[in-house]
């Protein structure tokens, strides 16, 4: 896919990446998983891209905003209903993977076909997939990692801080 535009956010847990597509559809990254050839590209004008930017820099401040009105990227059935079940999980709250399933309209069973899901989320924070964790309550992953000590679970960690949701690491 084509990309059109891009913008950079700084934030206390590194550099947000936000990508828009000729489609009109978003990608979003954190510094360190970010496509080589946007470190250095430049920005041009997207009133869409404009719009996203600002939400998320209003979201990182520590402010509740709702992306539920910006559209998601192609993928299969069930991940979507993963991701929309997964902006419904309110800001500052969190939900297991089983449940986060369920809500999506499959069994509670399908827990790890929904963790698969966002695993797979192309747009962090868009879709909230920081706030699904263990059926215990614990993180249990992010961005494909489940290192407590790893750069991206202190990074979920963060995010639920920022929403003032209650969690506890696995050891």
């Not at 990254?29 to 600002?54: C, G, H, I, V």
């Not at 809500?103 to 706030?131: F, L, T, Y």
Request: charged letters at 15%; aromatic letters at 10%.
């Amino acid at each position: 896919m084509e990309t059109v535009d891009h913008r950079f956010i700084s934030t206390p847990m590194g550099e947000f990446g936000v990508f828009e597509y000729a489609d009109g559809s978003f990608q979003t990254a954190w510094f360190d998983k970010f496509p080589s050839q946007y470190r250095n590209a430049q920005s041009t004008n997207s009133s869409q891209l404009d719009e996203l930017e600002a939400l998320l820099i209003r979201y990182f401040d520590g402010e509740h905003v709702s992306f539920s009105h910006i559209a998601l990227p192609p993928a299969g059935d069930f991940s979507r209903r993963c991701w929309r079940a997964c902006q419904a999980i309110p800001y500052g709250q969190t939900a297991s993977y089983g449940l986060l399933a369920e809500m999506a309209g499959a069994s509670i069973s399908s827990a790890r076909a929904a963790g698969q899901a966002m695993r797979r989320n192309p747009v962090s924070i868009i879709v909230p997939c920081h706030r699904v964790v263990s059926a215990g309550g614990q993180l249990h992953g992010f961005s494909g990692c489940t290192d407590p000590q790893a750069q991206p679970i202190k990074r979920k960690a963060w995010l639920l801080h920022l929403e003032g949701a209650a969690v506890s690491m696995v050891n």
